[in-house]
């Protein structure tokens, strides 16, 4: 009786094993689709991440030439405030001189006037 009953139990065993197995073949199967899904993905992430490095690549040489060209411009700037405040002094320097030579002309002119004016009194003088 017991070989009996072991000779119905294997083929029982072995149908579920069998059966687990495909069950375990499918989830294997579908473990590994989803791997190479992941691993596309993965391969598209790793394109984007190159890509992104390439791109911060560029930026940050764009940014550090932006910084020379700001720092030039800084400098240029520099050169060109001391260029107007040369231009102001040289200009108030001009300005005096112009008042200098206004009043200069001024007095000229009164001295004329009144050495004219001399030359009268003394051919009034000179007459009587």
Request: charged letters at 35%; aromatic letters at 6%.
């Amino acid at each position: 009786k017991t070989s009996e009953s072991q000779q119905n139990w294997l083929p029982d065993a072995n149908k579920a094993l069998v059966s687990e197995n495909k069950r375990l073949d499918g989830e294997i199967k579908q473990i590994a689709k989803e791997y190479r899904l992941i691993k596309s993905k993965m391969k598209g992430l790793e394109g984007e991440s190159e890509t992104l490095k390439s791109k911060i690549n560029e930026l940050e040489e764009e940014s550090e030439t932006l910084r020379v060209e700001i720092r030039s411009l800084h400098d240029e700037n520099s050169a060109l405030a001391h260029h107007i405040l040369d231009l102001e002094k040289r200009n108030d320097e001009a300005q005096n001189q112009c008042q200098e030579n206004d009043e200069t002309v001024n007095f000229l002119i009164d001295q004329q006037e009144n050495s004219k004016e001399n030359d009268f009194q003394c051919y009034d003088f000179f007459k009587s």
